[in-house]
């Protein structure tokens, strides 16, 4: 549906769930993309997967759990491709965290990966994108920002609620050098974050349609906010929960 080809785009914590669902079909539109993650052994693993389609890859690992990571993977991938029309920052953490159990070590940990690693990826690639005059980026957040943090603990909520804030600050500075950002806010997906949440949780939530998205449903979205179909919408979350929200 798309025609993607002569484009980059980097997809931060691709090498599993969302974000390789992301990858592999701006890879399928033709795009060259950055695979990340926390190890290299991960990573060419999922770029060899990849390449087995024929497309391009570029592998770019990186720990988040230290944020200035993210200013060198960005880079790494601009060096590698000469070009950077697209990121998303898609890399997180969450776990089932009462507020009782919280200290600033697990607080900040979620911090350092949900929100402070996308926040200096961002400008990274803000800086590359205004030079050129284009670019778009989307974040990664989820219904927990707009809410509790339900299954997920207080620090995953708060960091992505950081996220959709961050997500319209830079909207609005970037704007006007033709640089569109938006963010996504996933219900439930069936991936390995949610696979650890137990059954009888998993059957409590009421989904009204009934079932937990797949994450070619959250990439097909992406897509679509990357794409000149969307060249008016910027600084908006997207909802993709099933109705969950409502
Ligand atoms: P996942 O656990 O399957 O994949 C997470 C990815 O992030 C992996 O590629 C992992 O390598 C990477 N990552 C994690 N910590 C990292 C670190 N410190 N450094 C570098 N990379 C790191 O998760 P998923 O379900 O595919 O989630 C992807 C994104 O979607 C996350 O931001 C998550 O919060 C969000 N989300 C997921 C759901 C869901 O139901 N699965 C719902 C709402 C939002």
Known sequence: ??????????????????????????????????IHGRT???????????????????????????????????????KATGRLDGLINNAGIGKALSFRGMTLNKWRNTFSTNLEAAMIASREAYV?????????????????????????GADYAASKAG???????????????????????????ETDMTSMLPEETKKSINIPLGRFAKPGEIADAVLFLLSDDSAYITGQVLHIDGGLWM
């Not at 030079?131 to 299954?151: D, M, Q, Y």
């Open 1 to 34: 549906m798309y025609d993607l080809s002569n484009k980059a785009f980097l997809i931060t914590g691709s090498t599993r769930g969302i974000g390789n669902a992301i990858a592999r079909a701006l890879a399928m539109a033709g795009a060259t993309v950055g």
């Open 40 to 78: 290299p052994e991960k990573v060419k693993m999922a770029c060899d997967q990849l390449s087995e389609t024929g497309k391009r890859t570029v592998p770019v690992p990186g720990d988040f759990s230290e944020p200035e990571v993210a200013a060198d993977t960005v880079r790494a991938f601009y």
């Open 128 to 152: 590359i994108m205004r030079e050129k005059g284009c670019g778009g980026i989307v974040n990664i957040a989820s219904l927990a920002a707009h809410g509790p943090g339900k299954w997920m």
């Open 163 to 189: 996220l959709v804030s961050i997500t319209q600050s830079l909207a609005f500075e970037a704007a006007k050098f033709g640089i569109r950002v938006n963010a996504i806010s996933p219900g439930m997906v």
